[in-house]
């Protein structure tokens, strides 16, 4: 059984910085890429990043030079790093594969960017 189990969520001011953990078992991890995606109050969940198995990665335009992906095969675990944060980055986060499997969202873990 799959499981994404997000954390490091939290409520930041602008400019801050997070860095969320993506925990994943039940997949072969190292072969998959893997994405970071979010959903605001009433808007459809979007892509933030993506990381291949050999490392490579991209970004949406809005976090780009802000947000850093990045992966540990070894303990199975895909980070987003978040810098610089703004008002329009409050949303709930999830990880899951890319492209993602629909049965295999996790809870999620809420990123709040407010003064």
């Known amino acids: 059984q799959v499981q994404l189990v997000e954390s490091g969520g939290g409520l930041v001011q602008p400019g801050g910085s997070l860095r969320l953990s993506c925990a994943a078992s039940g997949i072969s991890f190292a072969i998959n890429a893997m994405g970071w995606y979010r959903q605001a109050p009433g808007k459809q969940r979007e892509l933030v990043a993506t990381i291949t198995s050999g490392g490579k990665t991209n970004y949406a335009d809005s976090v780009k030079g802000r947000f850093t992906i990045s992966r540990d095969n070894a303990k199975n675990t895909v980070y987003l790093q978040m810098n610089g944060l703004k008002l329009e980055d409050t949303a709930v986060y999830y990880c899951?594969?890319?492209?993602?499997?629909?049965?295999?969202w996790g809870r999620g873990t809420q990123v709040t960017v407010s003064s």
């Open positions: 899951n594969r890319f492209p993602p499997i629909s049965g295999d």
